[in-house]
């Protein structure tokens, strides 16, 4: 395989391919609008993977740079995975002086909680404090 080259920030990004990756193949985000995939990367740190030129992976974290930081999006396309690149994501990121500054720092996941294990992410310590507002279909109106 080619070398994998991370890259940060919403210019670097292409938006085409992440807003196909989620709408069509997230168990998340389908439906997804491009105009909603597009704007919600401009409060965000974003980072991509890219072999060849071409972007393989994703990640945002929806962040206040000092406190909190929450990781969403994560994805690498089927082709391109186990070959360690959502890991080399993970690590540029967590490699950031802002982000290790964070006291909080969380995620949601249904299938890859071995991944994030790695990366020290755990089950809620308190999970009856989180409460939440969901309206999982809000993006498809």
């Known amino acids: 395989m080619s070398q994998v080259i991370i890259k940060t920030g919403k210019e670097n990004m ?3 391919v992440i807003h196909r990756y989620l709408s069509v193949d997230s168990y998340w985000a389908k439906g997804i609008s491009y105009t909603l995939v597009e704007r919600s990367m401009e409060n965000s740190f974003c980072t991509g993977a890219f072999v060849d030129g071409k972007q393989v992976g994703f990640v ?7 406190t909190f930081g929450w ?3 994560v994805f690498v396309l089927p082709e391109y995975r186990g070959q360690d690149i959502s890991k080399k994501m993970l690590s540029h990121i967590l490699d950031q002086p802002w982000s290790k500054r ?4 969380m995620l949601n996941t249904s299938d890859a909680h071995g ?7 755990k089950e809620l310590a308190t999970p009856t404090n989180l409460m939440e507002i969901v309206n999982a279909d809000i993006h498809l109106k």
Request: glycine content about 0%; hydrophobic content about 40%; cysteine-free.
């Open 102 to 105: 964070l006291r909080r720092k």
């Open 71 to 73: 990781f969403a999006d």
């Open 60 to 66: 945002r974290v929806i962040t206040d740079y000092y």
């Open 115 to 121: 991944l994030y294990r790695q990366f020290q992410f």
């Open 14 to 16: 292409d938006v085409n």
